[in-house]
């Protein structure tokens, strides 16, 4: 699924490069606990060797993004009529826009928004749904009411639609349940931007304020049995994903949450949905469901500590493959 994504807006030549430099070195390094952070008479030593770690991944992502923006720069040279073909083409017209922008775009912000969409759109998705089908395998009873949905509305004959989702409560209620229990991003870091008292706390102006919506997930006091994934507690309710549900916020909230849950939502509904409908789901016959281990592995994001492995077989008619 990552690929797919980041092909139309890189290129597949350099998608093909990208896939020799590991995004999980920066999912990891992005949101580990680094000691010279806190206590910051310590920060010259470098003890966990993290301030190291993070230099030379910077080094490979800033060569591999130098390549990505020169390639698009020469493609465009003495082109009269240019037509972009994609987001980094787009940008680039921007920086050199002569039109004042109320915000100048360098070079150095289109690697970097260039990063940010890299990384927002790819692993989110494949580790939200490596949960939920993680859960659901655990469960068959939830993949049997989710394909009885499905041969309802989809039938058998095809394949599921962007324009069926919308038909497909469970698979939605099943997407949000993933979401609750295993949110790929655990921290909000947003900062104060006044003093204020949020539940009895101060809070001053200035304070980074790190919302934890792994434990939100887990609040006994705002959900019923939180550790059971259970999709029917949404079902029926208006709790939704775009951070006005303050008990669940996938996507964050306000001005700086994800602007890309539109499209997060697409993704992973459109392949849960085609990964239950296009085939049945069970465990290599050695591997109880009791004994699937469900460790996290904690950094920027939270995927599984070992990966899923499942037998599949297609459940549709063999023309359709
Ligand atoms: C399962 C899918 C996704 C999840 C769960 C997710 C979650 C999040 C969360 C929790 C934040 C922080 C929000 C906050 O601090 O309030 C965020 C920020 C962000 N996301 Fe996503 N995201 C997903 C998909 C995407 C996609 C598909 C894109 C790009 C197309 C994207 C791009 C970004 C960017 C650029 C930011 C930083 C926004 C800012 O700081 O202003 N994300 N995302």
Redesign the pocket.
């Known amino acids: 699924m990552g690929p797919s994504l980041v092909l139309p807006s890189l290129g597949s030549k350099w998608n093909y490069l990208l896939s020799f430099i590991t995004l999980d070195e920066l999912f990891l390094l992005s949101g580990v606990f680094n000691i010279g952070d806190w206590i910051p008479w310590l920060k010259f030593l470098d003890l966990q060797g993290y301030v190291k770690r993070m230099k030379a991944l910077t080094k490979k992502l800033d060569r591999f993004y130098e390549f990505v923006l020169d390639e698009h720069k020469t493609k465009k040279e003495g082109v009269e009529e240019f037509v972009s073909e994609g987001m980094v083409d787009l940008l680039l017209l921007l920086v050199d826009d002569p039109n004042d922008l109320e915000v100048k775009l360098t070079y150095d912000s289109v690697k970097a928004i260039t990063q940010?969409?890299v990384a927002?759109?790819t692993d989110?998705?494949a580790t939200?749904l490596e949960w939920a089908m993680s859960e659901l395998i655990k469960q068959p009873n939830l993949i049997e009411k989710a394909t009885e949905e499905l041969d309802r509305v989809i039938g058998r004959e095809r394949w599921v639609e962007e324009e069926d989702l919308e038909n497909l409560p469970y698979i939605d209620a099943i997407m949000k349940e993933a979401?609750r229990k295993h949110p790929?991003?655990v921290f909000?870091?947003?900062l104060a931007l006044e003093d204020c008292n949020v539940a009895g706390y101060d809070v001053c102006k200035g304070t980074l304020v790190l919302v934890n919506i792994w434990s939100m997930g887990r609040d006994p006091t705002l959900w019923d049995a939180p550790d059971e994934f259970r999709p029917e507690r949404f079902l029926g309710k208006a709790i939704d994903v775009k951070g006005q549900s303050f008990e669940f916020l996938?996507?964050?909230?306000?001005r700086?949450?994800?602007?890309?849950?539109g499209?997060?939502l697409k993704v992973?509904r459109s392949c849960l949905a085609n990964m239950l409908h296009g085939f049945s789901w069970k465990l290599s016959e050695n591997v109880k469901k009791e004994d699937l281990g469900m460790e996290e592995v904690y950094g920027l994001l939270t995927p599984r500590k070992f990966p899923l492995v499942a037998v599949v077989e297609p459940r549709l008619p063999i023309h359709l493959y």
């Open positions: 940010d969409s927002g759109r989110t998705s939200t979401m790929v991003i909000l870091p947003h996938p996507f964050g909230s306000g700086r949450m994800c602007p890309g849950y499209l997060g992973i």
